[in-house]
C-alpha cells in the first residue's frame, strides 16, 4: 500500500534568465516502512526533494501525499505541527543546541510541540542509540559519531511517520558510517518506518531497499535492490 504518493512535483528558483529547475516532473510512490536511498550528483534535485516531502519547502507545483494527506493543503501553522509530529529530519551537519545536553537535544522536539516528553521513550531511545552514559554531556563533549546518534534520536523520539535523512553520515568515519546505518535500519525494521536517505557512498545506497537516482531534477533510474 503505498504510504508516500509525489505526482508531477516541480520546484522551480528565481524567474527569467535567472530561473533554475531544481524538480521537473517527479512522480513516485513508497510503501509503509520501505527504506529508500536517493542518489545522485551534487545539484540533482535531491535536497530539494526531501525540503519539500518535509514540509520544510512548499512546491511550485505538484502534490505530496503523507498517509493519505495532502500535505500541502494546509497553512502553514497546521503544516509547522505536520513537520515537528510526522516527519524526522537528520541533516550532516548535526544542527545540536550547543548550550542543551544529550537528553535535552533528544527530546526538544516535543518541548517545542508543548508535550513532555515520557520518562520510558527517553530511557528506549537513550539504550537505543547507546549514549546512555551520555545524557548529560554537552555537544561539544561528544564525538561525531556521538553527535549524529543524538541528532538521529531527536528525529525518531516522536515516531514520526516518515524519517528523512540528508547525507547523514557525510561528516563521519567509516566506522562510524557503518553504525549510523545500521541504527537507522535497525529503527526502520523495529518500528516500520519509512526511511528517505541523500547518500553519496553507493555501500550504504546497497544497504537500503530501493534507490533512486535524480539528475537534473528527474529521476531518472528506479531500481529494487535485493533485500526487498
Not at 510512490?29 to 520544510?56: D, E, F, N, R
Not at 508543548?114 to 520510558?120: I, Q, V, Y
Not at 534507490?211 to 533510474?221: A, C, P, Q
Request: glycine share 8%; with cysteine.
Amino acid at each position: 500500500m503505498e504510504f508516500l504518493k509525489i505526482e508531477h512535483l516541480c520546484k522551480t528558483y528565481g524567474k527569467g534568465e535567472g530561473e533554475v529547475k531544481a524538480l521537473s516532473d517527479v512522480s513516485f510512490t513508497v510503501p509503509k516502512g520501505q527504506m529508500v536511498a536517493v542518489i545522485g550528483p551534487s545539484g540533482s534535485g535531491k535536497s530539494t526533494l526531501l525540503h519539500i516531502l518535509g514540509g520544510v519547502e512548499r512546491p511550485t507545483s505538484g502534490t505530496v501525499w503523507l498517509d493519505g494527506q495532502d500535505v500541502y493543503q494546509q497553512n502553514n501553522k497546521n503544516l509547522a505541527i505536520f513537520r515537528r509530529r510526522q516527519v524526522g529530519l537528520i541533516y550532516q551537519f548535526y544542527n545540536l543546541i550547543p548550550v542543551l545536553n544529550v537528553e535535552e537535544n533528544m527530546t526538544l522536539p516535543m518541548l517545542l510541540d508543548g508535550r513532555k516528553a515520557k520518562k520510558e521513550r527517553v530511557e528506549e531511545m537513550l539504550k537505543l542509540l547507546g549514549l546512555t552514559e551520555r545524557r548529560r554531556h554537552l555537544p561539544s563533549q561528544l564525538s561525531g559519531g556521538q553527535q549524529q546518534r543524538t541528532s538521529i534520536g531527536r528525529a525518531l523520539f516522536t515516531s514520526p511517520n516518515i524519517i528523512l535523512a540528508d547525507e547523514p553520515t557525510g561528516n563521519l568515519d567509516s566506522k562510524n558510517s557503518a553504525e549510523i546505518i545500521a541504527l537507522l535500519r535497525k529503527s526502520n525494521q523495529e518500528f516500520n518506518q519509512t526511511m528517505m536517505i541523500i547518500t553519496h557512498d553507493e555501500n550504504i545506497a546497497l544497504q537500503c531497499d530501493r534507490i533512486l537516482t535524480i539528475s537534473d531534477g528527474r529521476i531518472v533510474e528506479d531500481v529494487l535492490t535485493h533485500q526487498t
